[in-house]
């Protein structure tokens, strides 16, 4: 299948989460790169592997409610999103958002978070779709981070230090979703995830 044209569709999408998203970046320690470099990466990787306008759109918007709706504590941008783009795509980005917080409001440990979403995104229920972009979030953020680690080179301490996590727990946090994933759907996008985190594992310092 080819990919999906870029439409006026996905180029309100990305005004839309660019004017967002303003004043967020990467996590590098010498330059600042604007946090819509990654979302139009995962949305690119998404196209190229034959997905959908709505799953493109929610590969856009895939961190908005995490970043944007819950860190800003703005509930109407959630149903605004969900106006202009749609149900599913609303559904889709749901999928793939991380719950931060618990009901009384206390914050859930970063590995206790990582688990449930495992468990929720590889569940045989959830659309293929939102699998996609989950794994195009990490291939993203694997690619991000070797090449930090190449721009930071000697230096590499820097950038690990920048992770909420050790480089090992990162590692297994991509391995565990990696296998998690294989258990129940197959799909080819889940074999670029796979290599993209047999080349973290050669960066891992030596300890």
Not at 79 to 98: A, Y
Request: hydrophobic content about 40%; proline content about 6%.
């Amino acid at each position: 299948m080819p990919p999906v044209p870029f439409t006026k569709r996905i180029h309100e999408a990305l005004d839309f989460a660019a004017i967002h998203h303003t004043g967020q970046s990467r996590k590098d320690p010498d330059v600042a790169i604007p946090y819509l470099s990654h979302l139009f990466g995962v949305a690119y990787i998404v196209a190229q592997h034959g997905c959908d306008e709505d799953v493109v759109v929610a590969a856009i918007l895939h961190d908005f409610i995490e970043d944007v709706v819950e860190k800003l504590n703005k509930p109407e941008l959630r149903e605004e999103m969900r106006q202009r783009f749609g149900e599913n795509v609303h559904m889709l980005v749901d999928f793939v958002t991380q719950v931060k917080r618990r009901p009384d409001g206390s914050k859930i440990p970063w590995a206790e978070r990582g688990e449930a979403y495992r468990r929720r995104i590889s569940d045989p229920s959830t659309p293929a779709g939102a699998k996609a972009i989950s794994c195009a979030d990490k291939i993203h953020n694997i690619e991000s981070l070797l090449m930090a680690l190449d721009r930071h080179h000697g230096r590499e301490h820097e950038m690990w230090g920048r992770l909420k996590a050790s480089p090992e727990e990162q590692l297994r946090k991509f391995q565990e979703l990696h296998a998690c994933l294989k258990e129940r759907w197959d799909h080819p996008i889940l074999y670029e995830l796979g290599e993209q985190i047999r080349k973290l594992m050669t960066r891992l310092p030596a300890k």
